[in-house]
């Protein structure tokens, strides 16, 4: 099953957000350039807030959020 965001499928431009793991741990986030994989397997190429871009698997604590159009 591919992964979705409100049963949308994820896509490029969407961002993802990952939790602080310990107290006092900022949250990050990062933009989606590229999705990778196969439908139900996939990952991501992102960009981070500081530039760095990587490879992302993401696990249940990353949260996928859509950017609010523009007008």
Do not use: C, N, Y
Not at 3 to 26: L, N, Y
Not at 32 to 60: K, M, N, Q, T, Y
Request: proline share 10%; charged share 30%.
């Amino acid at each position: 099953m591919p992964k979705t965001m409100q049963g949308k499928p994820v896509r490029v431009g969407d961002t993802i957000e990952i939790t602080g793991h310990s107290v006092g741990d900022a949250p990050k986030t990062a933009e989606i350039l590229e999705v990778l994989g196969e439908p139900g397997h996939e990952h991501f190429r992102v960009r981070w807030e500081d530039g760095h871009e990587s490879i992302f698997f993401p696990g249940a604590d990353a949260v996928v959020r859509r950017p609010k159009p523009t007008r």
